[in-house]
């Protein structure tokens, strides 16, 4: 089974507009991480935002926030107020084993193609 | 956040050659990771490579095609070995931003192209 699940084909929003990008996960550790990237088209990756399993409250940072369901075990990624330099591909991802530390692989989704219509 | 720079920025390579891909981070790591993504697709780790100790592979990657280096806690390097078009891809090195697990970098990604 997959571990990370990115489903949308590819995501359209008008500038200025909230978008969510979808991501659902598997795993039956307690521990774990969720991670989401940005991939423009020069293909670097750019963290973006980190939600713990254990954290009481759903990560922000500036424009992302990530909208964590743990019993549902999703972790959907908010842009609000989307720019134009948001169009890029969106990447999903998961740490286990989180607590100890001696597992720092990261698993990837598929990756979600966002476009910003101007 | 750690600076992560990589050499070459991109590479065209003739079938059956090698390819060595250096990574270089401004501050010293414990680990450094190689990802592969291959073209349309997600990233996938290729190995693991902790100074002073044999690098560890996952599933489907082995030390004769990927042979990693890390003589340092700055700087390591991946070969792709006896390229053949498959290897047509990104390979990306990465960091754990020292004790803070919650934040892994990425350096730019070098680009191969295998003809």
């Known amino acids: 089974a997959q571990k990370i699940t990115q489903t949308q084909p590819g995501m359209f929003v008008q500038e200025k507009e909230a978008v969510t990008l979808d991501c659902t996960y598997d795993?039956?550790?307690?521990?774990?991480?969720l991670f989401w990237y940005k991939q423009p088209s020069s293909g670097e990756m750019i963290f973006l935002i980190y939600?713990?399993?254990?954290?009481?409250q759903n990560a922000t940072e500036g424009r992302y926030s990530l909208n964590f369901q743990k019993a549902r075990k999703s972790a959907n990624l908010v842009i609000s107020a989307s720019q134009l330099g948001d169009s890029a591909m969106y990447f999903c991802?998961?740490?286990?084993?989180?607590?100890?530390?001696?597992?720092?692989?990261?698993?990837f989704g598929k990756g979600i193609t966002l476009s910003v219509r101007p | 956040s750690a600076v992560i720079s990589q050499k070459p920025s991109r590479d065209i390579c003739q079938r059956g050659t090698s390819l060595t891909i250096q990574c270089q981070v401004d501050?010293?790591?414990?680990?450094m990771f190689w990802y592969r993504q291959q073209p349309g697709q997600s990233l996938t780790l290729i190995a693991t490579?902790?100074?002073?100790?044999?690098?560890?592979?996952e599933s489907g990657f082995v030390i004769d095609k990927f042979p990693i280096s890390r003589p340092n806690l700055t700087f390591s390097t991946l070969t792709v070995s006896n390229m053949s078009p498959e290897d047509s891809s990104i390979y990306l090195c990465?960091?754990?931003?020292?004790?803070?697990?919650?934040?892994?970098?990425f350096g730019p990604g070098t680009r191969l192209t295998v003809l």
């Open positions: 795993t039956s550790d307690p521990s774990y991480g």
């Open positions: 490579a902790n100074q002073g100790s044999e690098a560890t592979y």
């Open positions: 991802a998961m740490r286990e084993d989180f607590l100890t530390g001696a597992n720092s692989k990261l698993t």
């Open positions: 990465s960091v754990d931003h020292g004790g803070r697990p919650n934040e892994q970098f």
């Open positions: 939600q713990g399993s254990y954290d009481q």
């Open positions: 501050s010293q790591v414990t680990m």
